[in-house]
């Protein structure tokens, strides 16, 4: 799960697409998951969803006073938790039963499972599918708490398990946190019922295995691999999770691939970040960046990326959209580039958010509307050591290109989307 403190956009998601699609190209399963993409909304709040602490105990109707004690001193833990709420894509996952499915973000920045409860009385569940265990005969009842606090409220929740379902994929025992409060409406107008974290195991609570981690040790699938095509068409069902391998049909050129770092995020080493391919300092002796599904925009350490918005100067009147530079990640001698294009939104009088590529040209994108405004889809964050500083790679830069994500081999591989 995560946290964003940002500048820019909070979105609100959409419906969730029809379940997983099965193909047998040649000798390897590989299985296609639909995800839809919404309208999206910006600009409404700022992104208060900031962690203070991430608690980790035992439940005393589980262990003894004595044992509770002992967990409480020996097993706390603080984890930095990243926004998910800023998520363009959604798809499905069923839990206790192939037919009781739940709308979820497939993040790869968090390694968690999290779902509104039953037992949840809050609005914020109430507004929401909530999984029942009660219903369900694979139920398991483990008891550990997982406590979340953040600058506008409390999100607390209980790990336990259950068979989890992605299409023809059937995951036994799989853990997961069912929310049981909610304090505050972070999540009350999120339009998504969960997360499934697709992050290492290090990341996840308890050392428990996140949802893949546990595809591999059930050897369900042939290669250990998943991708992430991102469409732009807003409320299209083109997008899609691949599990077992990668779809050609939806990149084009050479799929390069980059060696994960710290298998923590799926974090990789950047040469440099360039504008208009001028080394500006943004990267000194290299930097860190991280590949996450679950962020929809670009971040970088604070100072960094301030001085990036200076340079780039977006007009918010979009007066400048067509002298504005490119921006270059450079990863293992590798350039993708991001155009105005990529990284320019539109903002309509009622905060929504309204696509560059949605229009024919780029004169017709200036001359919308006066009550509009231009922003850059970047937010400020300080990822702390050893993980941070980092740049993270969100949907900004994961919509434009297709990711591929190897646990096989513990690498990133990127192509030009279709």
């Known amino acids: ?164 379902y992605v299409g023809g994929v059937s995951i036994a025992k799989q853990e997961f946190a069912e929310i049981v409060r909610e304090n505050g409406d972070v999540f009350a107008q999120a339009g998504f019922d969960g997360i499934v974290g697709l992050a290492y195991p290090e990341m996840a609570a308890y050392n428990f295995n996140p949802l893949f981690d546990n595809i591999i040790k059930q050897k369900l699938l042939d290669r250990n691999v998943f991708s992430f095509y991102f469409s732009r068409q807003e409320g299209s069902r083109s997008s899609e999770l691949t599990l077992g391998g990668w779809d050609t049909d939806h990149f084009t050129g050479d799929l390069h691939f980059h060696n994960v770092a710290n298998k923590y995020y799926w974090l990789l080493d950047a040469d440099n970040i360039l504008v208009n391919g001028k080394d500006m300092g943004l990267c000194k002796h290299g930097c860190k960046v991280v590949a996450d599904t679950g962020t929809s925009l670009l971040t970088g350490p604070s100072d960094d990326l301030y001085d990036l918005l200076d340079t780039l100067n977006i007009d918010e009147n979009c007066s400048n959209i067509k002298e504005l530079p490119k921006l270059t990640f450079v990863l293992d001698g590798v350039n993708y580039d991001l155009d105005a294009n990529d990284y320019v939104m539109k903002i309509d009088s009622e905060g929504n958010e309204v696509a560059y590529d949605t229009f024919a040209s780029t004169d017709s994108f200036v001359e919308m509307g006066a009550n509009c405004q231009c922003v850059g889809s970047f937010m400020p964050l300080d990822i702390p050591t050893p993980q941070g500083p980092a740049w993270i790679l969100g949907d900004t830069f994961l919509s434009k290109f297709y990711s591929v994500y190897d646990r096989d081999n513990d690498r990133v591989g990127f192509a030009r989307a279709k």
């Not at 946290?3 to 969730?16: D, H, K, N």
């Open 1 to 164: 799960m995560k946290l964003v403190l940002g500048l820019i956009a909070l979105v609100a998601l959409g419906s969730c697409a029809s379940f997983l699609e099965e193909q047998q190209p040649m000798e390897n399963k590989i299985y296609k998951i639909k995800l839809d993409r919404t309208e999206s909304q910006a600009r409404k709040s700022l992104f208060d969803f900031v962690t203070t602490s991430q608690q980790y105990r035992k439940s005393p109707d589980v262990l003894g006073e004595a044992d509770l004690e002992m967990t409480q001193t020996k097993q706390k833990e603080s984890i930095k938790l990243y926004n998910f709420k800023n998520t363009q894509y959604t798809g499905e996952i069923g839990l206790g039963g192939q037919d009781n499915k739940f709308k979820v973000i497939f993040d790869t920045g968090s390694a968690n499972i999290w779902l509104n409860s039953a037992r949840c009385n809050d609005y914020g569940c109430k507004n929401h599918k909530q999984y029942d265990g009660s219903k369900s005969p694979t139920y398991e009842h483990l008891g550990y708490d997982l406590d979340v606090e953040f600058g506008t409220g409390e999100l607390m929740g209980e790990i336990n398990a259950d068979t989890a």
